[in-house]
């Protein structure tokens, strides 16, 4: 099991390596969040610069996620590189963990990259405790829109509708997560923001770069993205087809 | 050949008349790297004579050496215990002596297995390759029913390869050739029915009988992001086979695609893809391989080629089950051929005995111009009308 389980690593770094460009162009949408809100008067608009740096962080691993991860099974099942894996040896789940693995690394290099950014531009300074938590949040965080994209091709089989879907599921996150926590649209939009996927991660973020004002609203989500996780990842394992056909 | 019993006397032999031994005998295999000058490498393990074994080294045994290492023994007075058990990568594999054949020699097979479905073997003036009835079944497929909603794709089919055999599965467009195939690989779940392969239950074991078989997809894809030699080396993995860059290099050779190493798959001919698919298909041995439309898009030269790997690949004991749409390489390559139709399985016999059986059928003569061949049997059976 080490070897299959270790060749399948292997493989899937060797092709994170290949996209390390993507990688790069995922990060562009973070960092432009970041620029752009720089100021006292945007950063406050978005409750602080730990909000900001959690939706950065946010678009960060959704971009990775729902674009890289789920584009990529999609295209891979319509090519037929599944069906060729699933006639050797190596259990299913072997298959799945090792790409989620490779997302997670992915998600990790992001949020590390988006802090260390973000706090040079915001002027805070993260204790390494902080960090730490950083981390812990990047996986959770990563977990609720890895999970969403499982379900995505859980739910559509054809590469070119997940393709489609998930732009434009992207791009409404996005916008709920701009408009909705700056207030722009109003107070109902900016509580259904709140509750998103990307405004849960985002306050989650945000409640750990400002530990002392731990919130109860961080609590529950944390919650929130614990629920999206079990629902999401449940919908896409369960209707989940290696066969694009 | 004369052994004695004592744990620290152990004697190299060398049973296949090679230079260097491949084999030793001892008292206990922890005895024999004594006498093997390279690293002991245990894959198989005779039980020749109570308290004793017989220990192979060498990653190039294969069951047809194997088959002569005990036979022999047999043939030295040696005795050779009637069952013998045959460790293979830590799996077990029980042999019997099938056959004694009258130029001495012996033929060994798998154990039946209980229950296993007996097919009867088809009269042909072709030697089979070590093809004995009821125990030399590498394959049973029985009453296999395989269903996409309301559509049986296949339905109750049985057959059997024999070892050593390639056997094709004919049939147009739709007949359930792929769906056959991808029960018996697993990537479907049948409805109904029973798969064994090499005595292994593979709907109740998939993972320990798809590490038996070697597969080639009717379409291969791998990822695209991927050089040849990751390919190979990701998939010898999955298999239990750690290759070095060097083995990885010598095996690439082999094939002529040592240059293409550091290509990506799709920058690869269709001959050179299906060359490198055929390559990985049997990395690691396996005991059956299957094919599916192996030569389909593939020029003539690439074709011939691909049939003479085939060929080799059964030479050196392996047995193969193929779809194809083409009857040229059905008659040149296939044992025995089955064709199915909506899927239900009409016909088992060698090439010779099908255009025999069915030459007088009036659905054939009335296909057929001049001298019937497996292509007029084949649309004489199945209907002219062009399927989708």
Redesign the interface.
Known sequence: MR??L???L??DF??FL??RRALIISLMLPVFVLATTSGSKATDKFGGAEFVIGLAIAYGLLSTSLIGYALTVAR?RE???F?????????TWTIMTSRLAMQAVANLIIAIAVVVIGSQIHHISPSAGQYSLVLLVSILSGAVFLSIAQALVGLVRSADSVQAIARVLFAVLILLGLLGQSGALGSFWSSVARWTPVGAVMTLFAGVLNLHAWYSRDTLSLLACLGYIVVFAGIGIRWFQ??AR | MQFEDSPYRAQALDPLGQDDPLLAMASSPDFVSELLPLPLDVLYELGIAPALRLVAAGIELRDAELDAIVAACWRAGTPVSEKVQVLRGGQARAYVVAEEREDGSLLLAPEPVPNAQRTVPASDGRAVAAAVPDVAGILQVRDLTVAYGPKRAVDAVSLEIRRGEIFGLLGPNGAGKTSTLSAIEGLVRPRSGTIVLDGIDSRRHPNQARARMGVQLQATSFQSELKIGQIVRLYAGLYGVALSGQQIVDGLRVIGLEDEARKPFKQLSGGQQQRLALFIAVVHDPALLLLDEPTAGLDPQSRRQLWGRIEHIRQEGGSILLTTHSMEEAQAVCDRVAIIDNGTLLTTETPHDLIEKHKNDPRVREVARGDVTLEDVFIGLTGSEIRD
């Open positions: 070897l299959v270790g060749s399948l292997r493989a060797l092709v290949q996209h891979d090519k037929g590189v069906q060729r894996l699933r006639v050797t040896p190596a259990p290696w066969d």
